[in-house]
Structure formats: structure tokens, C-alpha cells
């Protein structure tokens, strides 16, 4: 029953309802209500002038013009008519009234209408989504796809910047889907599906919004999570039924985020060919891949981890293409900047490729969030515009954690922490490749009671030997510094980070990076194994040893040679400890002077920045070789 007919039968049963009320609507004065006794006594008295006898009921007017009306009790009455005509009434009789011709439908279809409500209600809360009702029985295996039609998507490639190559390759999908026949007519056939990976925050899911954009044609999106339910079979129901409304809006998009969640290599879940997940995976399988074509209907997905995706799900036919969405490089964040800075007021000094210089790593959502963070702390300040200054901040909370100005520290707790952090700075100035400090704090932020960033000056791609060994110094330093103070004795639980950091990353440097003469390049271990049960040691127990002594000779070495650079600047050390008990803060060109063995300049005034503050020291870091390796290192050295 289709909503017009619902509609229809809803207004008739309002029509009769206000009918029957009409027709039965008398106009005039209410009749007053007396007793058949009263009325008796007034006919006697000669107080009636005239009656209408209707069945039971007796309505009458007295000689003064008032009405009245009565009830005669269901008993016979002879002498009443005599009493009426004996004392001048005027009799008049009429038939008792029956119900409207409307009411007696309205009575009579009413079962019937009844039912029919009650089978509407049920028919819309078991078709969920597609009644309008939502959570019925049988919604389960609807999909639960989000239709966005070609006027709804304003998000065009202009929107999505520091992707070129990944705009490029999927720029041909716009043709194909604004022009089919340029490709149909020399049988050329678009790819059914591509897989966008790469790291969280670098744009797939706006490139794909983009596509559809461009195309102007609807697009479908879901995540991978929504098609698995506890009940075996659902999940399959909703991707037959999605690509069922997919193929009714051909040519079209269908968007598959995280897909990971439901295209996992089949064999290593528990349930065998019962499991939910398995079946959903295979009718995906068939429908992108099957005997009956869905042509015009292009599958994009997105995922952080394409190497746990099943092989039978990347193979040419169903994801013909993967697209690898890739951190942005300096030209692809100054891009990306412009299009975040459109609806913020900007200080006319600030540079936008300086910005980008100093961001080395940042993903696309790292870069608008740090344009958000800068325009709160601006509105915090009262400004109108947001300047060097915020963005700056901005910077900070994002490498280093919110500052924690509240939390209160003794004067000896803060000098212990000031020599921790310059142990830090002065060992990674000193060693060769090491990236240039950015800044030295002892004020609180996050978890760390002081913080060292060290920025590159560029982007990275690859770390040497010497670089890692570098870090491993620089790492160590802090814990040096503290035992140089205050003896064995005095070194704080502060290094238990740096510790944590400088053993995985001498422990890669054996067993992964093929860094050491001795045990060689070869990968001892598959820690990141896609499949349970898969990963851990693939090496016999002599060889673990040997792996030990290898890391214990780098980490050795490394911190005798971070032990020396500190004991032969020691004076550098007490400096700049006095430095950062007096400012808390020190930036690059301070640390330059410490180095120097200069008098410190005092901290520089943002709203006079015009320019870099040199090249070195002006860009920001997060690894872009491998963020989620805590084995390289990141910006910060802490407390």
C-alpha cells in the first residue's frame, strides 16, 4: 500500500468523523432539564404552550417563551395526551431521529477500518528504513548505506589538496562516470573498485567524496563495521541489499570506509564457514566479482591496513586499482594550508610556506586541526586576528601536550628537570645528523615534566646508521645529565620513557634494520604479522642471545659517547639549566647562544615576527617514515 492510498483512507475517516458531528449539530438555546412530575404540574397549571414528543423524549415551550425538556419514564401514560389536549397544548410527534447516513458507514466500516490501521503499523515498522520507520523486525538486513544525492555533495578536487598523484589516478573515474561511451566505445572498462590506503587524517575519505562530487552522481557511504550484526547471516542481506539500491542509482558511487573490519583474511576467526564476518566478506566477494554485472556501480574503500585485507578482496575484477594516500610533502601542506586558512582571518606576517616548512609529517586533519587550535587561542586572547604567536602554541600542544602551569613543582624538582632537559638539547646539538633542537621546556605538559622537540629541517624518507645512533645519544642524555648532578644515587624515574625508546630503537636497529656487522640483515621476528599466532621469534635461543649482546654493545657505546660530549660541556649544562629556571622556555637561537657560551637573548617577541628564525629551526617534526614505529623516535624527549 503505497503512502497516497494511506493518505486517502486517513482523510475520508476525518470526513465522515466531521460529518456525523455537522448533521447532528442543533442551533437555538440549550433546553432547560426538568423532571416528567414538574412537567406534569406546568401543563396542569396551564403553564405550557406547546410540546414535540419524540419517542421518550418531550421538549416543550412555556407561555413566557423558555424551553424545556424532559424524559417520560418507559410506562404507559393514558391520561398524558388528555391533560396536553384538555389544557390547550399544542402536540406535536415526530419520528424518533436515526443515525446519519455517514455514521452508520463510519459504524459499519469501522472494524474494517481498524484493521487496516493495525496493518499498516505493522507493514511500516517491518519495513525499517524503506516505510520510514526505523528499528522494525525486519530491518536487520537492510543496509544501513547513507544516500547522499549529486545536489547534496559539494565537495569538489578543489577541496582536497596535497594528493596529486592521488587526484590523478582517480581522475579518470569522473570521466568514466560523466561519459561512459569514451570508454565503452573502444572496450575499455573502468575499475570496479579501488582501495585508497595510507595513513589516518591524509584525505581518503574526502578524495572519495570529492570523485562523487566531480561526477555529479549519488553516493553511497557506510563503514565496514555497519554490515556486521551477532545474527550469521545479516551482514551478507545488507551488501546484497546495498548493491541492490546502488545498481536502481547506477552510475553511482558505493564508499566503503575502514573496510579492514569486515574484509580480514578469511581462516583465522573463530566459527569456520559460519563466522558473520566470513559470509559478509564473501557475498561482498560475489557482488563486486559475480555473474551478474554491476556496471556503473564503482566501489571505493578506504583502509589504514590494506596488508590484513584477503587476498581474494585486492585481486584485479574486484579492487583493480589501490591508490596509496600518503603523508603530504612541503608543496602538498602549503596547499593544504590555503584551503583550511579560507574562513580564518589571518595576520598579514604570516607565511603560509613557512608554515608548511615547519609542519614536516603532519597529515592533512593535523593541519586543520592546528589552524583550529590557533584560531581558539586567538579568540582566548581577544584578537581579530590570528598571528605567528597562535600558531606557534598551536604547534606546541599538538608535538608536546597542553601546558600544565597549575600543577606545582618544588624548586629542586624543577632544577632536576632542567638539567634532564639540557642533558637532552646539548647531546643532540652535539652529534653528527642529529635533528636541530626546536625548544626546551620545563614547564609540565601532558604526562612529561619538561619536554626537548628536536625538528628536521625537512622532510625524511630514510634514517642512517649515524642518525639513529645519534638519537640514541641525545635520548640517553638526560639520564647522564642527572647522574653527572647528583651521583647514582640521585637519578630520578624521569628517564623511563627515554629508556623504553632507546631499547626499541637499538633492538630494531639488530632485528630489522639490518644495522649491525655482526648479526646482519636479516629481520629476526615478524612483530606486525597480519594473522594470529603468526608473529614472534622464528629464531633459535643462541641466536636471542646474541641478539641481546648486540643491543647491549650499541646502547653501551652510545651512552659512553653521550657521557663524554656532557662531561666536556659541563659548564654549557649549568648554563642552560640557569637559563630555563629563569625563562622555562628556551627556543633555538637561545640554545645557540648557550652552545656559543654567549649571554642568552631574551625570548623573542612573536608579534615582531617577519621572518623565519633560521631554516633549522623553524620546522616541525613527526617521523614521516614510519609514525607508529616508536623504535625511530619522535619530536619530544621528556621528562
Request: aromatic share 6%.
Amino acid at each position: 500500500m503505497n503512502e497516497m492510498a494511506k493518505n486517502l483512507i486517513l482523510w475520508v475517516i476525518i470526513a465522515a468523523i466531521l460529518m456525523s458531528i455537522f448533521q447532528n449539530f442543533k442551533e437555538g438555546p440549550t433546553p432547560n432539564t426538568i423532571s416528567y412530575t414538574n412537567f406534569v404540574d406546568e401543563v396542569q397549571t396551564d403553564r405550557v404552550r406547546s410540546v414535540v414528543i419524540e419517542g421518550l423524549i418531550i421538549e416543550g415551550e412555556h407561555h413566557d417563551g423558555t424551553r424545556f425538556r424532559t424524559v417520560r419514564p418507559d410506562v404507559y401514560d393514558s391520561g398524558l395526551m388528555n391533560d396536553l389536549l384538555n389544557h390547550s397544548v399544542n402536540v406535536e410527534g415526530r419520528e424518533p431521529q436515526k443515525p446519519s447516513v455517514w455514521m452508520q458507514l463510519l459504524m459499519a466500516a469501522f472494524p474494517i477500518l481498524l484493521i487496516v490501521l493495525i496493518f499498516m503499523f505493522f507493514m511500516r515498522q517491518m519495513q525499517g528504513g524503506a516505510g520510514g520507520g526505523r528499528g522494525g523486525p525486519m530491518s536487520f538486513g537492510k543496509s544501513k548505506a547513507k544516500l547522499l544525492s549529486e545536489d547534496q555533495i559539494k565537495t569538489t578536487f578543489a577541496d582536497v589538496a596535497g594528493v596529486d598523484e592521488a587526484k590523478e589516478d582517480v581522475s579518470e573515474l569522473v570521466e568514466f562516470l560523466s561519459d561512459p561511451s569514451k570508454f565503452q566505445s573502444l572496450g575499455g572498462r573502468i575499475p570496479r573498485g579501488v582501495l585508497m590506503s595510507g595513513p589516518p587524517g591524509t584525505g581518503k575519505t574526502l578524495l572519495a567524496k570529492a570523485i562523487a562530487g566531480e561526477a555529479k552522481v549519488p553516493f553511497f557511504s557506510i563503514s565496514g563495521s555497519d554490515f556486521v550484526e551477532m545474527f550469521v547471516g545479516v551482514g551478507a542481506s545488507r551488501v546484497r541489499d546495498m548493491f541492490e539500491q546502488a545498481k536502481k542509482q547506477a552510475p553511482c558511487i558505493i564508499f566503503i570506509d575502514e573496510i579492514d573490519a569486515v574484509g580480514r583474511t578469511r581462516g583465522g576467526g573463530i566459527g569456520g564457514g559460519n563466522d558473520e564476518r566470513e559470509q559478509t566478506l564473501n557475498q561482498l566477494l560475489v557482488e563486486m566479482d559475480g555473474f551478474e554485472a554491476n556496471d556503473g556501480v564503482i566501489v571505493i574503500a578506504a583502509s589504514n591496513r590494506p596488508d590484513v585485507l584477503d587476498k581474494a578482496l585486492l585481486r584485479p575484477g574486484r579492487f583493480d586499482r589501490q591508490i596509496y594516500v600518503g603523508l603530504p610533502d612541503i608543496r602538498g601542506r602549503e596547499q593544504i594550508l590555503k584551503v583550511h586558512v579560507r574562513k580564518v582571518p589571518l595576520d598579514d606576517k604570516i607565511d603560509l610556506g613557512i608554515l608548511a616548512r615547519g609542519t614536516p609529517g603532519f597529515s592533512g586533519a593535523d593541519l586543520a586541526n592546528l589552524i583550529n587550535e590557533a584560531a581558539l587561542f586567538a579568540a582566548r586572547a581577544n584578537r581579530r586576528l590570528v598571528t605567528m604567536e597562535e600558531f606557534e602554541h598551536a604547534r606546541d600542544k599538538i608535538l608536546m601536550g597542553a601546558e600544565r602551569r597549575s600543577m606545582v613543582m618544588s624548586e629542586e624538582e624543577k632544577a632536576n628537570t632542567a638539567y634532564h632537559e639540557a642533558g637532552h638539547a646539548i647531546v643532540g646539538r652535539l652529534v653528527p645528523e642529529h635533528d636541530p633542537v626546536h625548544k626546551v621546556s620545563i614547564i609540565p605538559r601532558g604526562r612529561a615534566l619538561g619536554v626537548t622537540q628536536f625538528l628536521p629541517k625537512e622532510d625524511q624518507y630514510s634514517y642512517s646508521k649515524r642518525k639513529l645512533e645519534g638519537q640514541l645519544c641525545s635520548l640517553y642524555g638526560g639520564r647522564i645529565a642527572e647522574e653527572l648532578i647528583h651521583g647514582l644515587d640521585g637519578v630520578t624515574t624521569g628517564a623511563s620513557n627515554d629508556i623504553e625508546r632507546a631499547s626499541q630503537l637499538a633492538r630494531s636497529m639488530v632485528t630489522r634494520w639490518g644495522l649491525t656487522e655482526k648479526m646482519g640483515p636479516i629481520l629476526y621476528g615478524d612483530e606486525e604479522s597480519a594473522m594470529p599466532g603468526q608473529g614472534g621469534k622464528n629464531f633459535s635461543g643462541s641466536t636471542s642471545q646474541q641478539i641481546d649482546e648486540e643491543v647491549r654493545v650499541i646502547v653501551d657505546s652510545n651512552y659512553a659517547r653521550a657521557e663524554t660530549l656532557l662531561k666536556d660541556n659541563v659548564d654549557i649544562l649549568h648554563a642552560m639549566k640557569a637559563a630555563l629556571m629563569e625563562f622555562e622556555t628556551l627556543d633555538a637561537e637561545q640554545v645557540d647562544d648557550l652552545m656559543a657560551r654567549r649571554k642568552v637573548r631574551p625570548p623573542r617577541d612573536w608579534h615582531d615576527f617577519d621572518h623565519p628564525a633560521g631554516d633549522a629551526d623553524s620546522s616541525s617534526e613527526t617521523s614521516p617514515v614510519d609514525k607508529s614505529d616508536a623504535s625511530i623516535g619522535g619530536p619530544v624527549e621528556g621528562s
